[in-house]
């Protein structure tokens, strides 16, 4: 057979040495090529993460048995010896960029899978990766070179299951160093300047949202086969909103990412929630990144799951002791007496505040002309179990009231409790909305009730500078809403909105305070919904597609009705005409519909679908391993066949 | 020893008060209430009677029998607790005493202030655990005493256990009255109800409440406390406790695509298959969070202390209830919202047209619950028609209380199964009922492990019912063991011998049989009841019988003179000679007759099959 020559250009050359020829025939197949090229180059190193890349035709030659000729390669072929792992840098849903190598020649789906595996992030079948927005350089802010984490030095995820050194995967136990990326990945970052989201806020209406859906890479091609470049950034996401077997103890990481997520959905307004809705999430975002810088990291190995519920066991044994013992010194329950100022807003009745000797005493609040009287029969009792609790505070006024409304039967009675000063009404407050909620002051939570009561006159006290990120106790509470409730309110506006809301999520863990995060999240309307516009068959206008992991909507773009729902249960077949980009479903009852995709590619669309129904069969089989090969069939297209 | 000394006349004047307000109680007067305390505070003992002796002369025998039992149990609680207090003492004296906290000081102050509670307040003090050990050389005598005193501050918590002897009026005109003691649920109250109804147990009864003030009424959630609210009532109130079928009370459950897929046309819906159904279910009620039905549309709302109605775009979410204000978009950065429901229930409401002159007499309010009259802090709602109305209402009562209602309705469900297999293996019970009970053995040969009876029937009752005798062929085989994996298939003929009628609303295919493994465990048998046909269970509470309650006489004329008296220090130090025995334990759970089942109605569901994935499916056309 005829010898002729090939040329093959290898990296470690430098970019500018010309390609290697070499002498070839063609039936010589791939890893023969490959001998030769490392023959020829000269350089000692190792070459096994090394494969050939056909320039031309954009594709990998990953089939070392092949023939040059099975592979159709011939002189005019400019092949390139290049590693299959690259670094690449990758933004994660938290904000932070971090810099590892990444597999450019297997599918997205697979090189995701990998990612995750080296980050800790189970189930990785619902990430996928995504281009960036394009930065607008306007400016031309010398942006502070953005920090970087660089941990290109991990070894290549192999496709054991990672080993856990001190409850993270082993390399990042190495150094310090790495361990405290770990623990970056794994604990929610603090608060963001009110600027970050004011810069990276866009109003955004239903297209550009949809827009956002054109950047997803594709999952069955490699990332070098879609330009992805060495060295360039990607951003890592949740992109199907159906989260499968969710474990605080082995979900750091992942919990924590999917948390940053739907925080900056929020910040961002990516989707929409209402004010009182938005007050809650705030408060939680305050109460997670509270918690956050005191709580440790929990590590998450078998050993330490032991141990942690050995430990909480000894400690509410503990709690339970020291608590009875606590009662038993003190042979009372506890009580608050002072003497406070009482106003009762009655119709026609401009009656001032007036002052009583006034005792807290388990859920009920009693009040006496003086002290001395304090034997003697109330003037008044009232129980506040139920009640509603408000404050109604100035600080810089010096005003310190409690407004509480008591349920009667006649309706609420409105009553007005004066404190004269932080320290009272405080725990005054904090007495209120304990015994509102049934709970006494005995309860373990009184004192933390008070701190936080605290912590939030406090915010009300200091005008916050502007740059203010979350540090130990104050905090810009516009770092905790979107910019339209920025533009809406003061700080202090906000403050006790947010405290108001902060009562009830007040005493969570930090794990239950992100799952009660995320569960409000889940269980808005617009939850889970990924958007196209799409042209219908047989209609002028664009409209919207809705993908969610049940159903698909049509939104009227102009007035964002929903116009019609089709839920995937009752869908027969869809196809994609990939020659006129047309996808084409039935559902039961012979309805059919058909549309052409106007931002994103019709491989968008089918990826979601065929994604979203894989996310349904996983709930059936329990075994953990992946099935890629039918995630594949239901997503691939032509190529997959 | 002088401060012990002065905790115990401090302790003999508790008893004292108790021992009165008992003696009050029984006599129907009304308990001292402290003169300020306003209305939420006040205790009826009696709910839909004029006075308590009208309420006692409608109890059943068993229900006074228990009533008195409890009565007994209280006393004796406390003659117990200075038993004890008494041992303390005695326990204490060689001891060197510890000034800085001997146990008796420790516990006893704490005991007496939830004594108080008992008769005036419906709260709970956490009585302090006793401490378990101490550093002293005695620590064995202290255990012993540690433990006495736990003991008699069980019973003082037996004791302040509050109870209400409620009237319920059934459908029929007529009326039922039992005792409810706080710590029961609706749940355990309708199962009370069945008992005492014969009624065909399905799931949609439930008890309600209804003010004839603001001519509401509410069904009670199963999962509610009966006795919380009923006391917020107001000493004169007309308010009433129903017992009847809802139809609407579990609707949701089964029919959810009526309310999840709303906005379709409704006869299209009409035939949804089964498995559509349960997937509705299993997406919004199984997942991280419950997902509300997505309604909206216009209602009326009756303007602040007006007499208008107005129109609104209202929306319900997660988080309240919601109108967009006028001009505005329905986006939910404009949303306005009416009503969170942290704080309020939702009220059916009758003829509100001729009350309110509301537009349609479709109403429904949200209220605080302990809100009796007309207030301006209860929001009126009015809908164009009674279908509206019941999505409405549903919708709020999902937001309100999320999975916990699905909860609820697979425990009716469990219920109502359970009883429909009481009903039919009564039948066998008195066909048969002299046959010996089933040996290990046979049922060994069933295919099943021997396993001790008491483990795998609901309660002993069970052990009379006839043995499948030797030709297992022919007769229903006997109830599945709940801890075994179901019989081999049996001959469909057998399946249908024992396939009982299931409830009228749920054909047999819509459901899954309940799991038979997480049932609540069945109550302690009771040690001479098993001739009592299944249907007299639970039992009352047992009778008390080393506190003279051998055979409960009626109520003595005059409780007080039975009572002990009062603060005769020898008379205690006897009484604490020979300790009585524990209280009654709590009223037994909800029976769990469905712990069996007959074998026939124990049907797998298969999971359903694998969503479209075919090749076929996935396969594009190319082209």
């Given at each position: 057979m005829a010898a002729w020559d090939l040329s093959v250009s290898v990296e470690e050359l430098g970019p500018d040495a010309p390609p290697l020829k070499i002498s070839v025939t063609s039936d010589l197949h791939i890893g023969g090529v490959i001998l030769k090229v490392v023959e020829k180059s000269q350089i000692k190193q190792d070459w096994s993460d090394h494969a050939l890349w056909w320039e031309q035709k954009q594709q990998w030659l990953l089939k070392p048995s092949w023939t040059l000729d099975k592979c159709g390669i011939h002189a005019d072929a400019r092949l390139c010896l290049t590693p299959q792992h690259k670094p690449l840098r990758l933004l994660l849903p938290s904000g932070v960029t971090l810099r590892l190598r990444a597999c450019f020649s297997s599918p997205v789906f697979r090189c995701v899978t990998g990612l995750c595996k080296l980050l800790n992030i189970r189930r990785p079948e619902e990430l996928s990766l995504l281009w960036p927005v394009e930065e607008k350089k306007k400016k031309k802010d010398k942006d502070v070179e953005e920090e970087l984490y660089d941990i290109t030095r991990a070894p290549l995820p192999s496709s054991i299951i990672p080993k856990l050194a001190n409850g993270m995967p082993a390399f990042f136990a190495e150094t310090p160093e790495t361990e405290a990326v770990y623990k970056m990945l794994a604990v929610s970052q603090p608060a963001p300047a009110p600027e970050t989201i004011a810069k990276l806020y866009r109003s955004t209406n239903i297209t550009e949202k949809a827009h956002i859906n054109s950047r997803w890479l594709d999952s069955s091609r490699s990332l070098l086969q879609q330009g992805v470049k060495e060295n360039d950034k990607l951003l890592l996401r949740f992109k199907y909103y159906t989260f499968h077997d969710i474990s605080p103890q082995a979900d750091a990481v992942r919990l924590t990412q999917l948390y940053e997520q739907a925080r900056w959905a929020i910040l961002l307004e990516e989707i929409e929630c209402t004010e009182e809705e938005m007050m809650v999430f705030a408060a939680l975002q305050y109460h997670i990144g509270k918690v956050s810088l005191t709580e440790q990291f929990v590590a998450s190995c078998p050993a330490m799951d032991d141990l942690d519920s050995a430990l909480q066991c000894l400690e509410v044994k503990m709690e339970g002791e020291s608590s009875a013992d606590d009662m038993l010194e003190t042979m009372t329950a506890p009580e608050l007496h002072d003497y406070l100022k009482i106003f009762r807003p009655k119709r026609l009745t401009l009656k001032g505040y007036k002052q009583y000797w006034f005792t807290f005493k388990d859920t009920t609040i009693s009040y006496f002309k003086s002290k001395e009287e304090s034997c003697k029969e109330p003037i008044q009792q009232m129980n506040l179990k139920g009640c509603e609790v408000a404050p109604d505070v100035s600080v810089a006024g010096q005003k310190f009231c409690i407004r509480l409304l008591i349920p009667g039967p006649e309706g609420m009675n409105e009553v007005y409790l004066r404190c004269e000063h932080e320290q009272q009404y405080s725990r005054w407050m904090a007495a209120c909305r304990l015994a509102s909620k049934g709970k006494t002051l005995a309860d373990s939570s009184f004192s933390s009730e008070v701190q936080s009561i605290q912590s939030f006159l406090a915010m009300q006290k200091t005008t916050p500078s502007t740059n203010a990120a979350q540090t130990d106790e104050s905090i810009n509470t516009h770092s905790l809403v979107s910019p339209r409730y920025q533009k809406k309110y003061k700080p202090k506006q906000l403050t006790p909105r947010i405290l108001e809301a902060y009562q009830n999520v007040a005493q969570l863990s930090l794990t239950d305070a992100i799952q009660k995060f995320l569960q409000i999240w889940q269980a808005l309307p617009d939850f889970g919904l990924s958007y196209i516009v799409v042209r219908f068959k047989g209609c002028r206008k664009d409209e919207v597609l809705g993908i969610a992991n049940n159903r698909l909507i049509r939104i009227d773009l102009s007035v964002g009705d929903v116009v019609k729902t089709w839920r995937y249960n009752t869908m027969r077949q869809w196809n994609v005409n990939w020659d006129i980009k047309q996808v084409a479903i039935e559902f039961d009852g012979n309805v059919n519909i058909a549309f052409s995709c106007v931002t994103a590619d019709c491989k968008i669309v089918h990826e979601y679908i065929g994604g979203y129904i894989f996310m349904s069969t996983r709930?059936?089989?329990?075994?953990?391993?992946?099935n890629e090969e039918l995630f594949h069939k239901l997503t691939g297209g032509h190529e997959a066949l | 020893m002088d401060d012990i000394d002065a905790m115990f006349s401090d302790m003999l004047q508790e008893m004292d008060l108790l021992t009165q307000s008992l003696g009050e109680e029984a006599e129907s007067a009304p308990l001292p209430k402290p003169p300020t305390i306003p209305g939420p505070q006040e205790m009826n003992f009696s709910v839909g009677f004029t006075d308590f002796n009208a309420s006692l002369h409608d109890l059943e025998d068993n229900d006074l029998d228990a009533l008195m039992a409890d009565l007994v149990a209280d006393i004796s609680a406390t003659e117990e607790k200075f038993a004890t207090e008494k041992d303390t003492l005695k326990g204490s004296a060689p001891v060197a005493p510890i000034p800085s906290q001997p146990p008796s000081n420790l516990s006893f102050p704490g005991s007496s202030s939830t004594l108080r509670q008992a008769t005036s307040s419906n709260s709970i003090a956490a009585t302090p655990p006793p401490p378990t050990s101490k550093p002293s050389k005695e620590e064995l005598e202290e255990q012993i005493k540690a433990d006495k005193i736990k003991l008699a501050l069980e019973k003082l918590k037996e004791a302040k256990v509050k109870k209400l002897v409620v009237k319920v009026e059934i459908m029929d005109g007529s009326s039922k009255t039992l005792m409810v003691d706080e710590r029961q649920t609706v749940r355990d109250v309708i199962d009370n109800l069945f008992e005492k109804t014969h009624c065909d147990c399905n799931v949609d009864w439930s008890v309600c409440e209804t003010n004839p003030d603001l001519q509401t009424e509410r069904g009670f959630e199963d999962h509610e406390n009966l006795v919380e609210p009923l006391s917020t009532w107001t000493r004169d109130t007309e308010n009433k406790v129903l017992f009847h079928e809802k139809k609407d009370k579990y609707e949701v459950f089964r029919n959810p695509q009526n309310f999840y897929m709303w906005k379709k046309d409704k006869k299209s819906l009409k035939d949804m298959k089964e498995k559509d159904k349960e997937q509705l279910l299993e997406e919004n009620f199984c997942g991280a969070s419950v997902i509300v039905p997505d309604l909206e549309g216009i209602l009326y709302l009756k303007e602040d202390g007006k007499k208008s109605w107005k129109q609104r775009y209202f929306l319900l979410r997660a988080s309240g209830l919601y109108y967009s204000p006028k001009g505005k978009t329905k986006a939910s950065r404009d949303l306005v919202c009416l009503v969170q429901f942290d704080n309020v229930n939702v009220y059916y409401c009758k003829e509100y047209r001729i009350k309110y002159k509301a537009p349609t007499d479709h109403c429904f309010i949200l209220k605080h619950s302990q809100i009796q009259k007309e207030s301006q802090y209860i929001r009126y709602l009015c809908c164009d028609d009674e279908w509206t109305m019941t999505l409405w209402v549903t919708g709020i009562r999902i937001a309100k209380y999320g999975k916990q209602l699905y909860d609820n309705y697979k425990a009716a469900v469990r219920k109502a199964a359970g009883s429909a297999t009481w009903a039919s293996r009564s039948i066998q019970a008195s066909s048969s009922a002299s046959t010996p009970s089933p040996t290990p053995k046979a049922r060994a040969a069933n295919g099943h492990a021997p396993q001790p009876a008491v483990e795998t029937k609901g309660s002993s009752n069970q052990t009379s019912f006839p043995p499948p005798p030797a030709s297992m062929e022919t007769l229903p085989p006997p109830p599945p063991d709940p801890m075994l994996p179901p019989p081999p298939p049996a001959p469909p003929s057998t399946n249908k011998v024992n396939q009982f009628p299931p409830p009228p609303q749920f054909p047999q295919s819509s459901f899954p049989p309940p799991p038979m493994d997480d049932l609540p465990p069945p109550p302690p048998p009771p040690p001479e009841d098993s001739e009592l046909p299944p249907d007299f269970l639970p039992p009352p509470p047992p009778i008390f019988s080393s506190c003279g309650g051998e055979a409960l006489p009626p109520p003595p004329p005059d409780p007080i003179a039975s009572l002990p008296p009062p603060p005769a220090l020898q008379n205690f130090a006897s009484a604490g000679g020979a300790p009585p025995p524990p209280p009654p334990p709590p009223p037994p759970p909800a029976p769990a007759p469905a712990a069996s089942k007959p074998a026939g109605s124990v049907r797998k569901v298969a999971p359903p099959p694998p969503k479209r994935t075919t090749p076929q499916l996935a396969a594009p056309s190319v082209g």
């Open positions: 709930s059936r089989e329990q075994s953990n391993t992946l | -």
